[in-house]
């Protein structure tokens, strides 16, 4: 008989659920000093700068220390956070934002225009939404300490929405002499200077096994209550620590114990134990859910024919590709749209491709696209079991419709290195792999940059080239009313599906463990304001 | 002695600068780090960008060189990711990682010397059956299994011990202690079994010696020559072991520390592996290299005081 490691402390944490009684923590841990809140968080922080690099750590990490000047609430309406307020001409080319009374930076100057400026220039350099949004931007100027002057070229119907978006690239706001920075150029441990709700602990951060955040005495919350990013931050809590466990048994042991509060994203096989702990909640406060995908490079052969694209789109079955990859149905749900299910541009257009799949299809499409047995590189990520477990099960789908494929087995630092390869198969290059996104992240077609078809000029790593597509998003990106916007992203999925640069997955949730004296948690991404501990 | 020093210190230079050349080049055959740091959604554009600023796009040798000049500096140079020099990342990860190493081999060699002496004394008694079962255990039995037993039994069923974490013991020396001890134990067990296996070995090939006969014939007690006269001429092969051992340890401190979540030098090192961290990679293997030639030195020094016929 053979154990694994997990199997082994899963059994090991079983009878901790059956042995320890009732709020019988440890001394040790309960000498934790009071009002301090440690968190597990879902992977290390070691990059620092949330407008340069696209991590959700870092966007999370971005949200301690900076503030916004507009935010997204639980309803994904966009709010003033750090503004006050917005006028908006009547050719709506100009947008006047005004700062709100009582920000100041962490080392206590006043927050003025001339720091949020340069802050949306950087930011408009490095995400993808920042960038469409600059295509129509005059200028950005300041009207004195407490406005900021944003005036367009041509009407944009996205301005607010962009510079309020709720995931990477977030536009935190920042001092005028780090935000001037080039984007290249990545702030580090000594620029960590916002205005956020905490405190960036510089002299307690260990790269790779603790972040440390104090209180920010003098922040000065919004009145409205707190909702998704928007409305008041207030903190509850002297002080927030994220320590990194690199062993999953190991921190959910430490979350039984007691030893920490928080642990933000269970793995799945570990649930059924945690959920039996006593002292210990499990609850989901990701509403959005994650999207898996599939990305093909449609520069490489065989995926850039369409027609094998479409094929292996038909040939997946996301309800047997989230059993396996996620296992609980509690946990996932089927989604035949490439919006997250359930929000403002979910839709059916199109959709058919993937809704009713099917092998005997899939190998008449594969047929009928020209395939002729030419070798499908799969990079088959190993370390993230939830994609490890979407290649594995592709690749034998694949081979059952007839395909050629060399899945290659790599960890994802390798496949994140390898994607950008453009070289022809025989040569390093690739034609697929997984990933999966935040539902914030796909919301609508112009924030889902999966979905650019810019080619080589500025798409996604595979870069698909669609200009119908482009011409779509812009139309999206320029309609005036909420219903032209649902008609054309209904459009926009629907040449999506026909060019299929993607395949999407389903919807998946991880949900996060904290212990029963833990309360004020918000629906949103792990934010840390709002938290009671009792 | 002076002269063993300086041969040694001299000898170290040529060795290092071949781990040198080894870990760069063989780093560079695993790719590079720009698309980890860029992130999932980054274009190839923004990895380029970042490849260009990193200066990996340079040529090798030129990276290489630009490197070795650091070293000749004493500089480690800067982290990748988090842009902190590699030598404050080493100074803060030492601490956790050396009080690990040190409570292991103290305690290993406290608890293995006895056991092996004991074994070799009661040799094929069921005593010295005992002491091989433990250390065929310690051998066999992986050290993150015996992390998680201990962790069942002594952290979470008998609440002894915190399951996790580390705190300086000049900090909160109490602390500390209940943090170190479950680590230590795992630690310790491969290397008890090392140390009592070779003591026994060494012990047992004494005690058939001429001086040990005129030792007991003399009418010395037992313990005096199992300790006094045996165990002092069995111990240059135990000097070795526990020296050689050490190369033992820093691999098992890689699994102790992710196990107990301990924030050593162990965990630096792997993480920056993931990452394609370079500097921070080059610059712990270049330590641990270090570390490697200077223990062998003092075991070599340790040499001549066990054994004064030994000279260098």
Same mark, same amino acid.
């Given at each position: 008989m053979s154990i694994s490691r997990r199997e082994l402390m899963a059994g090991a944490a079983a009878l901790t659920g059956g042995l320890a009684l009732p709020g019988s923590q440890s001394a040790l841990a309960q000498?934790?000093?009071?009002g301090t809140l440690r968190v597990i968080p879902?992977?290390?922080?070691?990059?620092?700068?949330p407008v340069a690099t696209t991590g959700y750590i870092v966007r999370n990490h971005g949200y301690m220390v900076w503030d916004t000047l507009f935010a997204q609430d639980e309803q994904l309406a966009v709010k003033p956070q750090m503004a006050s307020g917005v006028e908006i001409s009547a050719d709506k080319l100009t947008y006047r934002i005004t700062l709100r009374d009582g920000l100041s930076w962490h080392d206590d100057t006043a927050v003025t225009s001339a720091d949020c400026v340069p802050s949306l220039i950087r930011w408009g350099q490095a995400d993808g939404m920042g960038r469409r949004l600059f295509t129509y931007i005059e200028s950005v100027s300041t009207d004195g300490p407490k406005v900021i002057v944003i005036k367009l070229k041509r009407p944009y119907g996205l301005v607010l929405e962009s510079i309020g978006?709720?995931?990477?690239?977030v536009p935190f706001m920042m001092p005028k002499r780090f935000a001037?920075?080039?984007?290249?150029d990545r702030l580090g441990a000594?620029? %960590? %200077?916002?205005?956020?709700?905490f405190r960036w602990n510089k002299a307690e951060y260990r790269p790779g096994a603790r972040v440390v955040y104090d209180r920010n005495p003098k922040y000065v919350p919004r009145s409205e209550p707190a909702s998704n990013a928007a409305g008041g931050k207030n903190v509850f809590v002297e002080r927030v620590e994220w320590v990194n466990f690199p062993d999953p048994n190991t921190a959910l042991n430490a979350l039984v114990s007691g030893e920490?509060?928080?642990?933000e994203q269970i793995p799945a096989d570990l649930l059924p134990i945690v959920s039996r702990a006593p002292g210990v909640k499990v609850a989901n406060f990701n509403p959005l859910g994650n999207l898996g995908m599939a990305r093909f490079n449609?520069?490489?052969g065989p995926t850039n024919n369409p027609g094998v694209r479409r094929a292996i789109a038909k040939a997946i079955n996301q309800s047997e590709l989230l059993k396996v990859a996620?296992?609980?149905?509690?946990f996932y749900k089927t989604c035949h749209?490439?919006?997250?299910?359930?929000?403002? =541009?979910?839709s059916t257009a199109g959709s058919d491709l993937m809704a009713k799949s099917s092998l005997d299809e899939a190998r008449a499409m594969l047929r009928a696209s020209g395939y002729n047995g030419e070798k499908l590189v799969l990079l088959a990520t190993t370390d993230i079991p939830v994609q490890s477990a979407m290649a594995q099960y592709t690749a034998d789908v694949l081979k059952r419709i007839g395909m050629n494929v060399d899945a290659q087995a790599m960890d994802w630092a390798t496949v994140l290195q390898r994607r950008t390869s453009k070289n022809p198969i025989d040569q390093g290059g690739w034609n697929m792999f997984f990933t999966w996104w935040e539902g914030a992240d796909l919301l609508d077609p112009v924030i889902q =940059?999966?979905?650019?078809?810019?080619?080589?000029?500025?798409?996604?790593?595979?870069w698909s080239k669609d200009d119908e597509a482009e011409i779509l998003r812009t139309a999206y990106a320029e309609a005036a009313t909420l219903d032209q916007q649902k008609q054309i992203a209904a459009q926009v999925q629907a040449r999506a599906f026909e060019q299929s640069f993607n395949v999407y997955t389903g919807m998946f949730y991880v949900p996060t463990g904290f212990r029963e004296?833990?309360?004020?948690?918000?629906?949103?991404?792990? =934010? =840390?304001?709002?938290i009671k501990k009792a | 002695m002076i002269r063993l020093v300086l041969t040694r210190v001299l000898s170290a230079i040529p060795v290092m600068g071949v781990v040198a050349l080894i870990v760069f080049f063989m780093l560079r055959l695993s790719g590079d780090p720009a698309a980890i740091l860029a992130?999932? !959604?980054?274009s190839s554009e923004q990895v380029e960008r970042i490849r260009v600023s990193l200066g990996l796009t340079k040529p090798l040798y030129e990276q290489f060189f630009g490197w070795i000049m650091q070293l000749l500096r004493f500089d480690l140079g800067t982290s990748?990711? !988090?842009?902190?020099?590699v030598t404050s990342l080493i100074a803060q990860r030492i601490e956790p990682t050396a009080m690990l190493a040190l409570s292991t081999i103290v305690f290993s060699v406290l608890v293995a010397v006895p056991m092996g002496v004991l074994a070799a004394w009661k040799a094929n008694s069921w005593i010295d059956r005992l002491v091989m079962v433990i250390c065929v255990l310690g051998f066999s039995v992986p050290v993150f299994v015996m992390g998680y037993f201990l962790i069942f039994n002594?952290?979470? !069923?008998?609440?002894?011990?915190?399951v996790q974490g580390y705190t300086s013991p000049f900090v909160d020396f109490g602390r500390f202690v209940s943090q170190i001890t479950l680590p230590t134990l795992t630690l310790s067990f491969i290397y008890v079994a090392l140390i009592a296996r070779i003591t026994r070995a060494s012990v047992i090939e004494v005690l058939g010696e001429d001086y040990i006969r005129t030792a007991r014939a003399k009418g010395q007690v037992e313990i005096k020559v199992l300790f006094r006269h045996a165990l002092k001429n069995a111990a240059v092969p135990i000097v070795t072991v526990i020296g050689l051992g050490v190369a033992l340890l820093i691999g098992g401190v890689v699994v102790t520390e992710s196990v107990y979540n301990i924030p050593g030098l162990g965990r630096l090192v792997v993480d920056a592996i993931t990452r394609r961290d370079y500097p921070i990679i080059q610059g712990l293997i270049l330590f641990f290299a270090l570390i490697y030639i200077v223990l062998n030195l003092i075991i070599d020094i340790i040499y001549t005081i066990v054994d004064p016929r030994i000279r260098y």
């Open positions: 000498a934790a000093p009071k879902h992977a290390a922080l070691t990059t620092l700068d978006k709720l995931s990477t690239n001037e920075k080039a984007v290249t000594d620029d %960590m %200077m916002g205005s956020g709700p920490v509060d928080y642990y449609s520069l490489a996620i296992g609980n149905p509690e749209s490439v919006y997250p299910c359930g929000t403002t =541009f979910d =940059f999966a979905l650019s078809g810019l080619g080589e000029q500025g798409a996604w790593v595979g004296n833990i309360s004020g948690i918000l629906n949103a991404p792990p =934010f =840390f304001w709002n | 992130g999932d !959604t980054a990748l990711f !988090t842009g902190l020099p002594f952290a979470i !069923t008998l609440r002894w011990f915190p």
